[in-house]
């Protein structure tokens, strides 16, 4: 039997939050841990947490599983438990909705900033914009990412200031638009980025490379937005 | 709502590259004076290193890169930690207040230098 600890929280009913225990059979197989939520879902219908498509594509169920964000249904317990233990909570530093459900907004509200859709004003071909191969393989590594927010709640900097700096989820796909040969804003899309907290509230730590589902990263397009703001800078 | 009028550049980059710029001075004022002493001195020698123009205007960059520096890097830390988000109103206020103290601090300082330096 899997020991499983589940964030409770409904802030209709609770005062504050707490962990409640469950049990559950895994029948001996490495499931993932949407498997195992589900399981504890028939066990209890009142456990509330966002999934969808449950294979790593929509990025709907981020959530710290361990200590550590992840998508559950890519997560098997093999990688996640240790001690037979498994300890669920919602991601960090988002406001909580209820139980493993977080309020989004904030994260959102980052990547609305960095404009995350082509900027070009002039007339469209006919059929389409043409890239070089090359110019394409630019944007390898900065299009896959699925907003799954695992990566800026892991940030001790989006932690503290998840109203100005704009986190490694945003700032990825705001180089993914900087990269683009199509677009034609990059000098506007610096000007935004150019103060104390935008871009320059990354410290290199790191986590989310740690982190994300779908190997990604953001640090290194962070860098490459701190080179493009001093080439301009200087 | 922390803005960034109190930032030393106001401008992202400029303390980005100025925190790296004086970093690099500092560990190379640092290596100077750590190899100075791992030669071994003694009052004499001393004085004499520090009577040099050079020195002193090394030093005097050394300095102003510190105190540059530890603006930059306290400013950080209390835009981070003593925020309101954080702390509610206390933490504008709290802020406010150890930004004041650490430029008095670091004024006090560079003057202070300047005065063992030149005096
Ligand atoms: S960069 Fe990775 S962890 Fe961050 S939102 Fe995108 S897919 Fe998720």
Same mark, same amino acid.
């Given at each position: 039997m899997l020991q499983v600890s589940i964030y409770r929280y409904n802030p209709e009913t609770d005062s504050e939050p707490s962990m409640q225990d469950f049990q559950v059979d895994t029948g001996g197989k490495d499931l993932m841990v949407l498997d195992v939520l589900e399981l504890i879902k028939s066990q209890d219908t009142t456990v509330s947490y966002r999934r969808s498509?449950?294979?790593?594509?929509?990025?709907?169920?981020g959530l710290n599983m361990n200590g550590k964000n992840g998508l559950a249904c890519i997560t098997p317990l093999s990688e996640t438990v240790k001690g037979n233990k498994l300890v669920v909570r919602p991601l960090p530093g988002l406001p909580v909705?209820?139980?493993?459900? +977080?309020?989004?907004s904030m994260f959102y509200a980052q990547y609305e900033k960095v404009q995350p859709y082509l900027i070009n004003d002039t007339p469209a071909p006919a059929i389409e914009r043409l890239q070089s191969p090359e110019d394409r393989e630019k944007l390898d590594g900065l299009?896959?990412?699925?907003?799954?927010?695992c990566c800026s709640t892991a940030c001790p900097s989006f932690w503290w200031n998840p109203d100005r700096f704009i986190g490694p989820s945003g700032l990825l796909q705001a180089y993914r638009f900087l990269a683009d040969?199509?677009?034609?804003?990059t000098d506007e899309r610096l000007s935004r980025l150019?103060?104390?907290?935008? +871009?320059?509230?990354?410290?290199?730590?790191?986590n989310c490379i740690n982190v994300c589902p779908k190997g990604l990263n953001p640090t290194r397009a962070i860098g490459h937005i701190r080179n493009m703001l001093l080439a301009r800078a200087t | 709502m922390v803005r960034s009028v109190t930032s030393f550049g106001r401008s992202g980059v400029s303390d980005w590259l100025l925190q790296r710029v004086s970093g690099v001075i500092l560990l190379a004022y640092f290596l100077c004076i750590g190899s100075a002493l791992v030669g071994g001195v003694d009052y004499l020698s001393w004085r004499d290193m520090f009577e040099g123009t050079g020195m002193r205007v090394f030093t005097l960059l050394a300095i102003l890169s510190l105190a540059a520096h530890a603006w930059i890097g306290m400013w950080a830390v209390s835009t981070d930690y003593m925020t309101e988000r954080l702390m509610g109103k206390k933490g504008n206020v709290l802020r406010i207040a150890f930004q004041i103290a650490c430029s008095l601090v670091i004024f006090v300082y560079v003057i202070w230098g300047v005065q063992i330096l030149w005096g």
């Open positions: 498509c449950r294979e790593g594509v929509c990025g709907s169920d909705i209820r139980d493993l459900v +977080v309020d989004m299009y896959e990412c699925i907003l799954c927010a040969s199509r677009d034609l804003a150019d103060d104390p907290f935008s +871009v320059f509230r990354c410290h290199g730590i790191q | -």
